[in-house]
Nanobody, 123 residues
Framework: VQLVESGGGLVQSGGSLRLSCAAS????????IGWFRQAPGKEREGVSC????????YYVDSIKGRFTVSRDNAKNTVYLQMNSLKPDDTAVYYC?????????????????WGQGTQVTVSS
C-alpha cells in the first residue's frame, strides 16, 4: 500500500500547480482521500478531502474558491488543482487515505500517507 504525491514546485504568486496522488496496492475510489500541508514551524493542516462513500468534499476556508480536488478512477489518482497561489500556500503537501467513510480534517483519522511534495510560492 503506497501513496505517491507529485506536481509540487516553485511558482510565482498568482500561479497554478496541480498535485497528483497516485496509489498502488489499493483502489482509491473506495477510500476517503485527504490533502494536508505543513509549513515550516507550523502544525500540519487539513486543506481538502474527497469521499466517495457520502459524496462529500471539504475545503479549509483559506483555499475555498482557489483549490479543487478531483479523482481519476481509471488512473487511481486524486488531484489537487491549486490556482491563484499565494506565498502563504508555501508548504509540504501530503495526501492521505482513510478507510473510514466521510471526510475529516484531522490527520489522526488517516491510515496511509504519502511522502509529501514541496510547494513554494514566491511573492
Amino acid at each position: 500500500v503506497q501513496l505517491v504525491e507529485s506536481g509540487g514546485g516553485l511558482v510565482q504568486s498568482g500561479g497554478s500547480l496541480r498535485l497528483s496522488c497516485a496509489a498502488s496496492g489499493f483502489t482509491l475510489n473506495r477510500l476517503t482521500i485527504g490533502w494536508f500541508r505543513q509549513a515550516p514551524g507550523k502544525e500540519r493542516e487539513g486543506v481538502s478531502c474527497t469521499s466517495t462513500s457520502d459524496s462529500s468534499t471539504y475545503y479549509v476556508d483559506s483555499i475555498k474558491g482557489r483549490f479543487t480536488v478531483s479523482r481519476d478512477n481509471a488512473k487511481n489518482t486524486v488531484y489537487l488543482q491549486m490556482n491563484s497561489l499565494k506565498p502563504d500556500d508555501t508548504a509540504v503537501y501530503y495526501c492521505a487515505a482513510r478507510t473510514s467513510s466521510g471526510c475529516s480534517s484531522y490527520d489522526s483519522d488517516y491510515n496511509y500517507w504519502g511522502q509529501g511534495t514541496q510547494v513554494t510560492v514566491s511573492s
